[in-house]
């Protein structure tokens, strides 16, 4: 049975989205259906063929040796500071390879190779689902860019769309990762898991997308016109991609440093108060879905703990907290968990993208700002969907 509870899980999840609904008439089965198929092809193919197998690990091996690339970059500057005997220090090892993969996406978008792979990989989910356009090639870009970029790139659109649409947009961005800290995620998680939540991570907020907020749009109005900018030199791309990396890293960096210090103090208040800790209430609080999801009982409050601190602080630091835990834990319960954490659900993302929209669509930023909470809790329903799809072919 607890092989296939993930189909149970998937069911409850889609059926907490459908209670949620705010246009139950409107809700496109059709496309839900397909996407469904599509991510139990995409899981099956990754996790349980020969063909996936060799390409997970040629990606894998690809994006490991681009971290080395980083080192090499990273040594030269501050290998010195790094204490001898120590094996990782989490601002070298994990961060600073952010900088290089920033300015590796800035050069491979100056190319163009990444816009014509999203829109070419968006028309086909667009063709295939039905779904319109410019939502399609959101959540493909939404694959390889952070939550404010792919924004950015559609901010022509925004003004004109409608509550639902922008929906759709914003929960494509906080349900997705950046490839810029892929490698960074790839050094604390298994990179297979990874890799596997990156296009059922895109599936998923479609799905409850679909669910929570329908959207239909006139095929006259189905446009898209993405914004760029033109006549940039190679090296200034290169500069630029480093600065944002730059910032990236500094703003990690701080974020951690406060949440970690501030999940600290509630464990001291919490512990002292009821003897649990903030990781023990909430793996208490969300055991069910770590079960339904796949997790074995006996490891279902761990991983409900962890599942839950990501959503209340953000994915790095529930993923520091997992590292250590993953020797102890089932196979199941380390992919169920991994893809889970593979996504910027959580409450700090509602303040990202609400003041990407007060940057590039003021008339659109109060809004977004008013389903903030609606877009987590339909983002943490997709991170739960794609963790049980995952958990199904384990």
């Known amino acids: 049975m607890m092989d296939y509870i993930g189909i149970i899980g998937i069911f409850v999840v889609m059926g907490v989205a459908w209670l949620f609904s705010e246009n139950r008439k409107a809700i496109n089965y059709k496309a839900i259906g397909i996407m469904l198929v599509l991510q139990v092809i995409v899981t099956w193919g990754m996790l349980s063929t020969q063909i996936g197998a060799i390409i997970i690990n040629g990606v894998s091996a690809g994006i490991l040796k681009l971290v080395d690339f980083a080192h090499a970059g990273i040594d030269f500057v501050v290998g010195g500071l790094k204490p001898e005997g120590v094996d990782t220090v989490f601002v070298i090892d994990v961060l600073l390879p952010i900088v290089f993969f920033s300015a590796f996406m800035a050069v491979l978008t100056w190319i163009g190779i990444l816009p014509w792979v999203i829109r070419v990989v968006g028309a086909v989910v667009s063709k295939i689902t039905g779904l319109p356009k410019l939502e399609s090639f959101n959540a493909v870009s939404s694959i390889f860019f952070g939550q404010s970029e792919a924004l950015l790139a559609i901010r022509t659109h925004l003004d004109g769309l ?45 799905i409850i997308a679909c669910i929570l907020m329908p959207v239909q749009v006139d095929s006259e109005k189905d446009v898209i016109k993405i914004s760029n900018d033109q006549g940039r030199g190679l090296f200034e791309v290169i500069g630029e ?12 960096s701080g974020m951690l440093i406060a949440f970690i210090a501030l999940m600290e103090g509630i464990n001291f208040v919490t512990t002292n108060l009821t003897g649990l800790t903030l990781q023990n209430i909430l793996g208490y609080i969300l055991m069910p879905f770590a079960v339904i999801s796949g997790v074995p009982v006996s490891e279902a409050v761990t991983a409900g703990g962890v599942m839950g601190t990501k959503i209340i602080l953000n994915e790095f630091v529930a993923m520091l907290q997992f590292q250590d835990m993953i020797p102890k834990l089932s196979e199941k319960t380390v992919a169920v968990v991994s893809t889970y ?36 809790f339909g983002a943490s329903l997709a991170s739960f969907l794609t963790a049980a799809m995952t958990g199904l072919f384990i």
């Not at 759709?168 to 490839?179: D, E």
């Not at 303040?351 to 590039?360: E, M, R």
Request: proline content about 4%; aromatic content about 8%; overall charge positive.
């Open 241 to 252: 991609g480093a600065s944002d990396g730059i910032k990236l890293v500094a703003i990690i």
């Open 341 to 376: 954490l593979v996504s910027f659900a959580n409450f700090s993302s509602i303040g990202i993208i609400a003041g990407t929209f007060k940057a590039i669509s003021e008339k659109q930023m109060p809004v977004v700002a008013g389903f903030g909470l609606k877009l987590l």
């Open 162 to 206: 409608k509550r639902e649409r922008l929906y759709m947009l914003c929960a494509s961005a906080m349900g997705s990762v950046s490839s810029t800290i892929i490698g960074a995620y790839m050094t604390i998680l298994p990179p297979t898991y990874v890799l596997v939540a990156l296009p059922l991570n895109m599936f998923s907020a479609l």
